[in-house]
């Protein structure tokens, strides 16, 4: 099964301001699902039914106090010129607080096996765009600066994906919640 770990966004108004994005910006590219939109701590990739066990094992061994991030910012993978992916950032103290949650679950998921396939870097995919848009700098300039509101965090997920012809299908394996 293909498996990440994961923080879900499930404040009603900070899913409210996403949406109207979303619609706001005038793009040829597929909005996520708001029942999917989650920052993704780490991805684990396809793994074995055993080994998801010591996963949720490892990870229940995780202490963490809870949290507040500033949804704040609308910006692109890789540029404004070419992009593939449009996402929401955070503030500079959410961001920091999620880096060091990933940070703990990377060391604690390090000895059975999984490494980072890339640089955490804190952030919400709302579109991803599969044909060439051309440069869209003008559309997110125009929503650099948007807040989108406080999401709390008291917990994280393991989570497991199953790509379809419409999209992912996103389910829970086990939720870590948090221990001081």
């Not at 990739?45 to 080994?51: F, P, R, V």
């Not at 540029?79 to 950032?89: A, L, S, T, Y």
């Amino acid at each position: 099964m293909r498996t990440f770990v994961a923080i879900e966004i499930s404040n009603v108004d900070v899913l409210d301001s996403i949406k109207k994005i979303q619609n706001k910006i005038n793009i040829d590219a597929k909005p996520v699902n708001l029942e999917n939109l989650h920052f993704t701590l780490q991805f684990l990739g396809e793994i074995t039914d055993e080994k998801s066990k010591k996963v949720i094992e490892s990870l229940n061994n995780i202490e963490f106090s809870s949290f507040r991030i500033n949804l704040k910012g609308v910006a692109a993978f890789p540029k404004p010129k070419f992009p593939r992916v449009i996402w929401i950032g955070t503030d500079e103290n959410g961001g920091q607080m999620l880096i060091q949650l990933a940070k703990k679950i990377e060391k604690v998921l390090e000895p059975l096996g999984f490494f980072p396939d890339k640089r955490f870097k804190p952030h919400i995919t709302i579109f991803r765009i599969k044909k060439k848009v051309g440069d869209i700098t003008k559309e997110l300039n125009e929503q650099k600066m948007t807040d989108f509101g406080i999401q709390e965090v008291v917990s994280f997920k393991l989570k497991k994906s199953k790509l379809t012809s419409t999209g992912p299908i996103y389910s829970d394996l086990e939720e870590i919640k948090l221990r001081k």
